[in-house]
């Protein structure tokens, strides 16, 4: 079990690279099982979920190596369909080979995946997308066994915008003879990403951006060389931190684009925030509460960013309310905030963070990627010594975090 040891009480300042999105990557390696063929994929973070999806992939029968940044993976010889529980419960995107795997082979046999507790997360949507097209589903307590002889067809309205069901039917819907409309789907920039890469290996995909996605089914792919986008989450988390430690951060390779209701929230908390193309730069001097956060689909703010921005807001001059509308549990970093003197009062939905002149240092237990990351930030601004254990959820989905904060300034080992 990992741990850091952090002495806070240091503004952050300096510039740190931002990496290939997590939430990019994962779809697009489960997505080179739907043609079979060579793909190099450039900008892949090296974090633990993606090694995870690597791990999926060789047991699948494919090839996969990785390079640094660059993952080259064959996907032509896969003749495995069925995904090991111990995989699938390591991350919750190893559901996204639901939909590959169909595509690919008419049957896909799984567990319920893992990834972080953060309330119920089911996958009614995925489901319900799947057997519109035509698939059968059956469940052996654990396992869930997918068919399908013929995939056809079909609109596809979501009840809500889920971003991995929109995904798992992409995926699927690129077998299905004819052509598949998802409405409402989701529009998080990811999405664009995975069409993007599937557009470069010969599929037809419309709609990209908008909630109504059109896919003709059929069409031949192939492999291809393909770079993903910047994590617009590592980077809401940076320019939490800076915030929080009243810092000063320049963040290249980040996308402001994909990042503008974050960038809004701290702006209106005081935050000095220059855009370019492919570099934010965040000072911060003084911190004022905003209220309300409310996390949304995109556009609306993020709920990934939700804890890191909380972890901000914990000493920001006011009272600040988060409401929480997409995780009916993701508030579970908020007893280690409280531990660190921040004055939270939480409800199921609803957290009212009343801002404190300085955090302190203790010992917290990481909850969840985004949540530990909260931790990470909090204990950074705090006086004193912290010490935060299970980073192996930072690991998940930070590329060398403590070595970037360390590079800016931070007192932070990982030990
Ligand atoms: C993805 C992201 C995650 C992010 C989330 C919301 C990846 C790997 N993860 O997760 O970082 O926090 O989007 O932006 O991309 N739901 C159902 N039924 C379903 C599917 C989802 O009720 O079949 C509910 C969930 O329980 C949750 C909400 O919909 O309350 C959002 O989930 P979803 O958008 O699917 O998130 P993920 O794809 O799991």
Known sequence: MGAYQIIGGRPLEGAVQIHGAKNSVLPVLAATIVGGGEYTIHNCPEISDVDTALDILRVLGCTAERDGARVCVDTSAAENREIPEELMKKMRAAILFLGALLARFGTATISAPGGCVLGERPINLHLLGLRLMGADYEYDRETLRCRASTLR???????????????????????????VTICNAA??????????????????????????????????????????????????????????????????????????AVIEILERGGCEI?????????????????????????????????APVMAAMATAEGVSVFEETIFSDRFRHVPALRAMGARIYATERHAVVTGVRRLHGASVEATDL????????????????????KTEHM????????????????????I
């Open 153 to 179: 067809g079909c609109t596809v309205a979501l009840p809500f915008p889920s971003v991995g069901a929109t995904e798992n039917l992409i995926l699927a819907a690129l077998a299905c003879e004819g052509e």
């Open 187 to 260: 529009k998080e920039p990811e999405i664009a990403d995975l069409i993007g890469f599937l557009r470069a290996c010969g599929a037809k995909i419309a709609g990209t951006g908008t909630s109504v996605l059109q896919i003709v089914g059929g069409a031949a792919l192939h492999g291809t060389e393909y770079g993903v986008m910047p994590d617009r989450m590592e980077a809401a988390t940076y320019l939490a931190a800076a915030a929080a430690t009243r810092g000063r951060l320049v963040l290249q390779g980040a996308n402001p684009a994909h990042l503008q």
């Open 274 to 306: 220059a855009q370019q193309q492919d570099e934010i730069i965040v000072r911060c001097d003084r911190l004022r509460a905003v209220s309300p956060i409310v996390t949304a689909p995109y556009d609306g703010f993020p709920t990934d960013a939700q």
């Open 370 to 389: 985004r949540g530990g990351a909260a931790m990470v930030i909090a204990a950074l601004s705090a006086e004193g010594e912290s010490r935060i254990t």
């Open 395 to 414: 690991e998940r989905g930070y590329a060398s975090f403590a070595q970037a904060l360390r590079s800016c300034g931070a007192q932070i080992e990982s």
